[in-house]
Nanobody
């Protein structure tokens, strides 16, 4: 059983920083890509950042230069460092992985349960 275990999130002041981490547990054959999505109240879930198996990254425009995404190697946790947080950033942040297990013949999407990021007033 594959699970995505998230950590981080919480309350932070505007302009502050917060880190999120996501680790995939269970028996995994291969990870195509991992990353983070977010969903604010009344809005659709949107991609924040992803990292591919070759370590290339892609970011939503509003977080480019502020939210670097990193991973030590292909099966290590991915870390999203959120800097200069502003009013558009609060949301539930969800880890996502597109991976394949040893018994599966295809890649599938897996989601974490979500962690909330909130700005203090």
């Amino acid at each position: 059983q594959v699970q995505l275990v998230e950590s981080g999130g919480g309350l932070v002041q505007p302009g502050g920083s917060l880190g999120l981490s996501c680790a995939a547990s269970g028996t995994i054959f291969s990870i195509d890509h991992m990353g983070w999505y977010r969903q604010a109240p009344g809005k659709q879930r949107e991609l924040v950042a992803i990292i591919e198996s070759d370590s290339s990254t892609d970011y939503e425009d509003s977080v480019k230069g502020r939210f670097p995404l990193s991973r030590d190697n292909a099966k290590k946790p991915v870390s999203l460092q959120m800097n200069s947080l502003k009013s558009d950033d609060p949301a539930f942040y969800y880890c996502h992985a597109f991976l394949r297990t040893p018994i599966a013949w295809r890649y599938d999407s897996y989601w974490g349960q979500g962690t909330q990021v909130t700005l203090s007033s």
